[in-house]
């Protein structure tokens, strides 16, 4: 079994902008001595955040895992992503100072399975990779961000949050 963590800043900026960005776009790790896995990331990007709608803002990105290995090799992985700077999945939360801005990640469009580690009513993502003749193979996780609407007390800054991205394989 392999672990690797990725780490990723959530940030809002300069005119309330909202950018989900891996801190490092790649990374990669050793399986076994027959294969590795890479995982990259697509930014979520929010826009620009009107705190006074009633409306939440959604947008989407993606966490990709790209493994490699000899030919027909199957692996079974799994994608977990942490809480971040927030006291719980429930609803994580990015900060300006002392000001908090209330958001999600989510796994479905629908944004109702709170894309997480499998804990506290969260789910994680699992797939296998069956490497082809070429010697790659990927398989992408969607995730799904919103910000809540209705933040009233939200003041324009620079809002951040750090999440971490685990991938296991074996």
Known sequence: MSRLSLSFTQALAGAIAV?????????SALCTVTCSCVVSTTNVVFGTINPLSLSN?????NVA??????????IPLQVDISKGSGASYASRTMSYGTSKLSYNLYQDSGYSMVFGDASSGTVD???????AAIGYATVNFPVYGRVFGAQTTMVPGPYSD???VTLTYY
């Open 162 to 164: 750090t999440i971490s």
């Open 57 to 61: 803002t959604d947008s989407a990105g």
């Open 65 to 74: 895992v790209t493994c490699g290995g000899v030919a027909g090799l199957l």
């Open 19 to 27: 950018f989900l960005m891996l801190l490092s776009s790649q990374a």
């Open 125 to 131: 993502s699992s797939a296998s990779i069956t490497i």
